[in-house]
T-cell receptor
Framework: GAVVSQHPSWVICKSGTSVKIECRSL??????MFWYRQFPKQSLMLMAT?????????EQGVEKDKFLINHASLTLSTLTVTSAHPEDSSFYIC?????????????FGPGTRLTVL | GENVEQHPSTLSVQEGDSAVIKCTYS??????FPWYKQELGKGPQLIID?????GEKKDQRIAVTLNKTAKHFSLHITETQPEDSAVYFC??????????FGAGTQVVVTP
């Protein structure tokens, strides 16, 4: 149980284009999803917290107009990188919080490797 | 906010030996401490977690200890195997809060 999927697993795009990444909780309902980015050999950096049906809360320094987050249902959140540039190339990982037995455990997706040319 | 420090940054062990990774945290409000294993090119996988009402938790070859007074917690892996090679992250958060991650420990288990 507690499986989180991401699609696509990797994407290559041209500079200036937009890319959408999907995050799904497959076997549980996630009222909260989180988006992280991770650069090589570094830790996970939280970008934003997404609650179902409401606007995302962005961490300091993360441009909300560049990284659009939508959490339309209890099993799906999307991250759209708008007007992507090479410096946006990174490993993007989502996590979902499972309200199971009253616990707040976060389960992570497999990540999406974004390369912007 | 919360600050989590993790040591060591790299750890090489012989197969069959034990590995210990230590983390300290700063926010006394933190009461949830998960450990994640991340293999190259994959997302983090939860391997064990502990809450502040418990001092120690064990799951087969993996154990975690928590000292709330000293604000530190540790991951212990016994009888290490090559498949234990990965990057391990500790994290801390208050209940239902945001996770703050440590910098990670690259564990290499040599046969």
């Amino acid at each position: 149980g507690a499986v989180v999927s991401q699609h696509p697993s990797w994407v290559i795009c041209k500079s200036g284009t937009s890319v959408k990444i999907e995050c799904r909780s497959l076997d549980f309902q996630a009222t909260t999803m989180f988006w992280y980015r991770q650069f090589p050999k570094q830790s996970l950096m939280l970008m934003a917290t997404s609650n179902e049906g409401s606007k995302a809360t962005y961490e300091q320094g993360v441009e909300k107009d560049k990284f659009l987050i939508n959490h339309a249902s209890l099993t799906l959140s999307t991250l759209t990188v708008t007007s992507a540039h090479p410096e946006d190339s990174s490993f993007y990982i989502c996590s979902a919080r499972a309200r199971t037995s009253g616990t707040d455990t976060q389960y992570f997706g497999p990540g999406t490797r974004l390369t912007v040319l | 906010g919360e600050n989590v420090e993790q040591h060591p940054s790299t750890l090489s062990v012989q197969e069959g030996d034990s590995a210990v990774i230590k983390c300290t945290y700063s926010d006394s409000a933190s009461n949830y401490f998960p450990w994640y294993k991340q293999e190259l090119g994959k997302g983090p996988q939860l391997i064990i977690d502990i809450r502040s009402n418990v001092g120690e938790k064990k799951d087969q070859r993996i154990a975690v200890t928590l000292n709330k007074t000293a604000k530190h917690f540790s991951l212990h892996i016994t009888e290490t195997q090559p498949e234990d090679s990965a990057v391990y992250f500790c994290a801390a958060s208050p209940s239902w809060g945001k996770l703050q991650f440590g910098a990670g420990t690259q564990v290499v288990v040599t046969p």
